[in-house]
């Protein structure tokens, strides 16, 4: 016992001398960090869906964007660090609604947090705001998050989403069974004393649970969204609720036999891929969703990953897992690829149908990544790869490049500090060679990222997490 005591002594001494040496390694990816920075000769993509403009230029002091406008028209202060960028492009900082700070590397029972290599990825990705929708691990994503505020750690702000609100049913160690509404409401109150700014709702929770959660949360004025199955996309809108995760493929309300409060499992996702997206039922849900400002978040990325056909992940990310995990992912893609009628390829394209139809209905519609599944979703790859999806999806890049920023800066209330290429918001911007705006693909091509006005190298960053991911 007294060794032991030593030993975890000697530990938490060591951590605490390594905190300073911390916040010193973050310095190692930071290329830019000058009071007064003038991007100069640059495409910019505003992010609001406006045409891209060429040869401009951004001032940014103090982290804060002073100026924009073309070369030449913009003072450039004395003193200021002068950035040639010609061929590239900037956007704003993507603000990605869908994320995690987990990675099913754990077996299927246990999700195991990230919290090392993951706000590394996403940062090197251009994510400088992140929606957790859901989180395993308690207090670690707000502890997290105070971190990176500190500069204690490197990722992008966090808007933490308290641990997941769920009935009975879920095989995962990790998620609290709530016992009725009572407890719903205790659990929104208790993580949102501690510092969680959103909440999510899964697959088994009750009318009631979910409403009595909903009532607690918008007291608070926080919002609510759901990857919802016991209460169908309807009842839940009635109820109240923010914002839908994933979409048609996960609503019940078309599953034949609905009991209320129950998950209809396999036979919900049968009538999903059954259903023709055009139909007036599917078009009836979308009127609703829309009228009653019920947000929609696009994770087609994970979706993809179940499809055969498609493309794998790339050579980037697959460096980046940890071998056993990437070997877990390659077996399962390999027997995803030998399936030669699955329901997810029409699953996939429903999807897309769906929120492309919601989207064009003046619908709010958000993204993400969702890092699940079974591990083909890295945090940071992913994020480009989630905006292509969106115009295969049959969005424009500028309009895909917009619900990655604007759009989801509108959703957590701060698009008047963050969302957009304008003066007097936060300098979150992404460098990128190329032009997205004509070539979505382009978005991949990060060079810098500014996190208020610092600039960080994407590839040093993601060189640092190699062969991490899947381990922390
Ligand atoms: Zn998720």
Redesign the pocket.
Known sequence: MRLRALGAGLALAAAVAAAPARAQEARQFVTVDTPVVALTRVRVIDGTGAPARDGQTIVVERGVIRAVGADGSVAIPPGARVLDLAGRSVLPGLVMM?E?MFYPSGGGSVYNEQAFSFPRLYLAGGVTTART??NMAGYADLELKKAIDAGRAVGPSLDVTAPYLNGPGLPIYQVHALSGPDDARQMVAHWADRGATSFKAYMQITREQLGAAIAEAHRRRLKVTG?LCSVTFREAAALGIDNL?HGLVVASDFAPEKRPDECPSAAQQASIAALDVASEPVQALIRELVQRNVAVTS?LTVFETFAPGRPPAPPGALDAMLPEARDQYLRRRVQIASQASSPWTRLLANEMRFERDFFRAGGRLLVGT?P?GYGGVVAGYSNHRALELLVEAGLTPLEAIRVGTLNGAQYLGRADSIGTVAVGKRADLVVVRGDPSARIADVQQVETVFKGGVGYDAARLFASVRGRVGLH
Do not use: C
Request: hydrophobic fraction near 10%; charged fraction near 20%; proline fraction near 0%.
């Open positions: 869908h995690h929708a859901g990857h995760e994770t969702d699940t």
